[in-house]
C-alpha cells in the first residue's frame, strides 16, 4: 500500500505500478506524471503516450513498460 489517494474513489490507488519514473521540464512536473500514472493504473501508458511523456514504469512483479523515449535497456550481465 502506498500514500497516493485517487481523486475519484478517495481509496489509495491501484498497486499496478510498483515504480514509475518519468521525464518532465521540470521536478514538479516529473513528479506530477507519475502521481498520476500511480493514480491511472493499467491506463498509464496510453495516457503518458498521449501526453508526449517519456517514462518507466515498474510492475510488482519486476515487468518493466517504457513509454516514449525512454532509452531501451543495455545488455545485462548474461549477455557477457
Do not use: K
Amino acid at each position: 500500500m502506498h500514500h497516493i489517494v485517487d481523486p475519484w474513489t478517495g481509496d489509495v490507488a491501484p498497486t499496478t505500478w510498483a515504480l514509475v519514473s518519468a521525464f518532465g521540464a521540470t521536478c514538479v512536473e516529473a513528479n506530477g506524471w507519475t502521481t498520476a500514472a500511480v493514480v491511472w493504473g493499467e491506463d498509464a501508458p496510453g495516457n503518458l503516450a498521449r501526453h508526449g511523456v517519456t517514462a518507466r514504469l515498474v510492475r510488482p512483479d519486476g515487468r518493466v513498460e517504457l513509454v516514449g523515449t525512454w532509452p531501451q535497456p543495455g545488455p545485462g550481465p548474461e549477455a557477457l
